[in-house]
């Protein structure tokens, strides 16, 4: 076996031990022992390692920010009292409460990105669902597909969107003119087969007789964080600076002053937040620079530029295809970074970027590891004492995904080049 195929070979077992959490370990277990092997058979040299594991520094900074937002909200109350407001606001009605849980999931991800849906938004739908007497599963879907339905709405909305252009990140009009008739029709359709499958589930009434208890000053400290955070990553993107670190540091200021105000020790904060998900990260990262070292992707650029040379359109469309399954199979992040690499190497029209990008964003709804979002979706479920299987999720995934995909990635040859 030559050095490319072992390399591809270990990759391949760890992204399949992230998905399948053989045995329930960790998915990050799976990643980082992938890493390790690449680098403990010299298949990756430690210092490239070290090399591709930094550059997801923005990345774990961000998540930090945002962990730390859900941790000290959760603990200070604002989610049973937001939770409170949507299911008083249902008037009763399981259809209505849906639609507002998918409305606030699209608006939540599109200010604050799709990570954050999957973090700061589950707790509070669980705790509405609860609240509401009702099964959560069909509201907390929600949670996990608006996250990549939306997320390329703004820059800001998912950080592979950034990225995937980097350094040539068009500005925020451009962006709109390619983005928003896909967005729309992600959203949209995203919708009408989530409620569609979900019809069943929401045939019913909802409990609401709850008395509207008051936020506390912590709880109220909490959600000014949040809102100051969304500003924070609006400001950031119109300067054209990275998400992490802003994030990072409105997450510590919330927490130290919820912290201060209530007078608790930091322990409980600390303890409870999903610190596995910074090593995967690192290790997808890893696996990714082993993968490149294979050459494949010279390959793949050579292709990829002769696609766009005879027809844009169709390359936009065959390259977001191809994009949206490959993060199912390596995960969004990683393969965010190899579309970047392919469409900058290719000098491919902005165009088919946008191809790639939606199909990096949207396509990990048809599995359960497809997006990093998705995985924070995951822990925040088990947290809540509830679960997703793979297959529950890819049944589920197989409806939602691929008429969203399609009708996206059509708005999109739309659009005068």
């Not at 070979?9 to 990050?28: C, K, M, N, Q």
């Not at 500005?171 to 009408?192: C, E, G, N, R």
């Not at 990275?242 to 303890?271: D, E, H, K, N, Y």
Request: net charge neutral; glycine share 8%.
């Amino acid at each position: 076996m030559d050095q490319a195929t072992l390399i591809l070979t270990i990759a391949g077992v760890a992204t399949l031990g992230v998905i399948s959490r053989p045995l329930r370990v960790p998915e990050y277990v799976w990643a980082v022992l992938g890493a390790a092997t690449l680098v403990g058979f010299g298949l990756v040299p430690w210092r490239d390692a070290l090399a591709a594991a930094n550059k997801g520094t923005d990345v774990y900074l961000f998540l930090i920010g945002m962990m730390l937002l859900a941790e000290i909200a959760r603990l200070e109350g604002l989610f049973d009292w937001l939770a409170t407001h949507a299911v008083r606001h249902a008037r009763g009605s399981a259809k209505r409460l849906f639609l507002i849980v998918y409305g606030v999931g699209t608006l939540v991800t599109i200010l604050l990105s799709n990570d954050a849906t999957a973090v700061v938004l589950t707790p509070a739908v669980y705790a509405a669902a609860t609240a509401a007497r009702v099964a959560p599963l069909p509201y907390l879907f929600v949670c996990a597909f608006i996250a990549n339905a939306a997320s390329f709405v703004l820059p800001i909305s998912n950080p592979a969107n950034l990225v995937i252009f980097g350094a040539h990140m068009p500005p925020l009009a451009q962006w709109l003119y390619h983005f928003t008739l896909p967005s729309i029709a992600a959203i949209v359709v995203t919708y009408a087969a989530l409620r569609f499958t979900q019809r069943r589930a929401l045939d019913t009434d909802i409990h609401n007789g709850m008395q509207l208890q008051p936020l506390s000053l912590g709880g109220k400290y909490a959600a000014v964080g949040i809102i100051a955070t969304a500003i924070a990553l609006i400001a950031a993107s119109a300067f054209d600076q990275p998400l992490g670190l802003p994030t990072f540091l409105c997450g510590v200021a919330a927490t130290l002053g919820v912290l201060v105000i209530s007078r608790q020790s930091p322990l409980p904060v600390v303890r409870d937040i999903a610190w596995g998900v910074l090593p995967l990260v690192a290790g997808l990262f890893i696996l990714v620079q082993g993968v490149e070292q294979t050459g494949v992707l010279r390959l793949l650029v050579e292709q990829l530029h002769q696609a766009a040379t005879a027809s844009p359109r169709a390359a936009s469309l065959g390259a977001g295809v191809i994009a949206a399954f490959a993060s199912n199979l390596l995960n969004n992040l990683p393969t965010g970074l190899i579309a970047a690499t392919l469409g900058q190497a290719a000098d491919v029209p902005v165009h088919v970027t946008a191809g790639l990008l939606i199909g990096v964003d949207l396509g990990p709804n048809l599995s359960v590891t497809g997006s990093l979002a998705t995985i924070l979706w995951l822990i925040a479920l088990r947290r809540e004492g509830e679960a997703v299987t793979a297959w529950q999720f890819l049944k589920l995934g197989i409806v939602v995904m691929p008429p969203a995909l399609i009708a996206a990635l059509l708005a999109l040859t739309l659009m005068p080049q």
